[in-house]
């Protein structure tokens, strides 16, 4: 950025805040923060600047320092930003705080990811899980996050100007709101149940991985679904099923929503009735986006993801996928792939008994995947139907 005509074209403006520990790598700093901008791209914000702090622990009263945000208020004097994200979840009273000194509309880490889900449902059930987790957010955060309450008001049917009485008003409807999405989640989930039940006796496979590692793309090309796929985060949110047939044996592939570091706990409980495909799989394929630098804390982030929702035991194949991309470090020599994929797959081996590499995008090594694919199946087929005639 180099002055103000450089960004005078920007729809909707924000900038970006993250603090984090003395200690902290600029590599890891430098990802969170391109994360960030592209969870921000997403929900529709072009961002004019970032501001990052090291604090051994965040401003109880502000997250940032005195200092940084009198930074941060200095340049949104000068700059048409009206809205200040940070990477972090915030309490109530650091959200007043900074809205207060700023005056600008203040999201953190969450809230701008369940922005992004409303955006991306379209289904009755991600509309209906995203709704939930939207309110049990919102709820005790009422009384200290009014400005967000009066822009979101369309969803909540109230009226009224600000003050206690209303605000209580709120509590009440959206309470009522939370039992009522949750009730309608138990119909939805039962209706599911019954679909898994009548597909229990196939085998069944489910891809899981960081958000936008690629997953619906190589969901497209094993299965030919036209299943959604953008260089966009969370652009699945509801559960894709389609049967496919390897060596004359069926199995049913599923797609769903992807994993992402500090993904709101609302949105995990709410859309634990879509990760039932996960739960219930008999095998993962764990596809990773090797091209990023920060690939190996996305596979553990998946890892304490599938743990969390009771899936951690669940056997597992590694696919690293855009192999395309990958950015091989100055001292390898590029010119001999197979060798220098070899040594990866011993170091990273750990996370997985077998481990693949492709290329989604140009289709290398995806006729490998499907004849694994189809070898897995096979063994497990062999196990459920011993008497089958192969």
Known sequence: MTGKKDVTYY????????????????????????????????????TLKTFTQKLHRPD?????????????RLFLEEYPAETVIFDDDLSPSQLRNIENELKKTVFDRSLLILEI????????????QVELARYEYLLPRLTNMWTHLERQRGATGTRGGSGEKEIETDRRNIKARITLLKEQLLKIDKQAQTQRKARSESIRISLVGYTNAGKSTVMNLLSKADVLAENKLFATLDSTVRKMVLDNI????????????KLPHSLVESFKSTLDEVREADLLIHIVDVSNPAFEDHILVVNKTLAE???????????????????YPEDVEPIEPAAFWLNFQKGHSAHSSEVLFISAKDHTNVAVLRET????????????YPNYLY
Not at 309 to 327: E, S
């Open 250 to 261: 069926p199995f049913l592939i599923s797609d769903t929503v992807g994993f992402i570091r």
């Open 60 to 72: 109880s009263r502000t997250f940032v320092g005195k200092g940084k945000l009198e930074e941060i």
């Open 11 to 46: 729809k909707d403006k924000t900038i970006l805040v993250s603090v984090n520990g003395n200690q902290t790598p600029e590599w890891r700093i430098k990802d969170e923060l391109e994360e960030l901008a592209f969870l921000a791209e997403t929900a529709g914000y072009s």
């Open 373 to 384: 694919i189809a070898r897995i199946v096979k063994e497990k087929y062999k196990a459920i």
């Open 309 to 327: 929702i009771g899936a951690g035991d669940k056997p597992v194949l590694l696919v690293f996928n855009k192999i395309d991309a990958y950015q």
């Open 117 to 128: 889900f409303l955006i991306r449902a379209k289904t009755a059930q991600a509309k209906t």
